[in-house]
């Protein structure tokens, strides 16, 4: 679907859940070692609910798939790289990859993940089954039903909580722990994400209070951003207000 103008939209990119706040999870992937077998802090089966219902994991996964933004970088913080990724054309390399994601492999050694084909806003199935995968992280992502149907056939899939392109960069987070038996460490690479905020929020006082609108301008369509999506959650965690204009601006028309 054409995203609609002037909405305050949820859904592009810039760089999943974007290199000022999801970014520093990617930077930290050395927070977990995952041992073969270890029962992680969760007692298997887990079951997530999400906008389709519920996804039962039966046991702790091995082989892990994301999609749409900020699950690969959850995952790899979390220690567990993923077996397939998808390709990410905003702020990506040629090949697909964030900075930050190659970085972190490069530092600890593992092997760059196969990239999926860059298919917009279709579900490249078939690459996915060839992943073998044990599950399908794409809680931050504009799944719909059908395609959430399509891949459950294949492995279970975690879906986003209530709308597409709208979960909390803390969600993406936390639900990444809990799908992998890592809610434990999750929670200290949230503490350790929160306390860098927290940190330059204090270096710079001058933040406190000012109004901003977060924008992007990209060929004939003005895009505005809602304070639900992550790049705007972050600068407020700094201090800054989101503009009334912004609200103003929401006319509830698009479907994201």
């Known amino acids: ?6 909405r305050a ?14 970014a520093l999870v990617g930077c930290a992937a050395e927070t977990a070692d995952v041992p073969d077998g270890s029962p992680g802090d969760a007692s298997f089966p887990v079951t997530i609910a999400h906008a389709y219902g519920e996804t039962v994991i039966p046991e702790q996964p091995d082989r892990v798939v994301t999609w749409g933004w900020g699950t690969t ?3 790899i913080a979390l220690g567990v790289t993923p077996v397939a990724m ?3 054309a905003y702020a ?5 990859v964030l900075p930050w994601i190659r970085e972190a492999l490069e530092e600890t050694g593992e092997p ?6 860059d298919t917009g ?10 992943a073998d995968p044990d599950v399908i992280l794409a809680h931050y992502s504009g799944l719909t039903e059908e ?7 294949i492995a279970p899939v975690v879906a986003f909580p209530d709308q597409p392109w709208s979960t909390p960069w803390r969600e993406v987070i936390t639900i990444t722990g809990d799908a992998l038996g890592l809610r434990a460490e999750a929670d200290d690479v949230l503490t350790g994400i929160e306390d860098a905020i927290a940190a330059s929020a204090a270096e710079h006082h001058e933040f406190a209070g000012v109004s901003l609108a977060a924008v992007w301008d990209s060929a004939a369509t003005f895009y505005v951003y809602a304070d639900e999506d992550p790049r705007v959650e972050f600068m407020l965690d700094l201090g800054f207000t989101n503009a009334a204009a912004v609200d103003e601006l929401d006319t509830d028309e698009s479907p994201f």
Do not use: W
Not at 1 to 6: E, H, S, V, Y
Not at 147 to 153: F, G, I
């Open 73 to 75: 970088d959850a995952a």
């Open 1 to 6: 679907m054409t995203p609609t103008p002037l």
């Open 112 to 117: 760059l993940p196969t990239v999926l084909p």
């Open 86 to 88: 998808p390709f990410q």
């Open 121 to 130: 806003e279709d579900v490249p199935f078939e690459e996915i089954a060839a």
């Open 9 to 22: 939209l949820r859904r592009t990119a810039l760089a999943g859940l974007a290199a000022a706040t999801i």
């Open 92 to 96: 990506g390399d040629a090949e697909g």
């Open 147 to 153: 395609q959430y149907a399509t891949l459950s056939e």
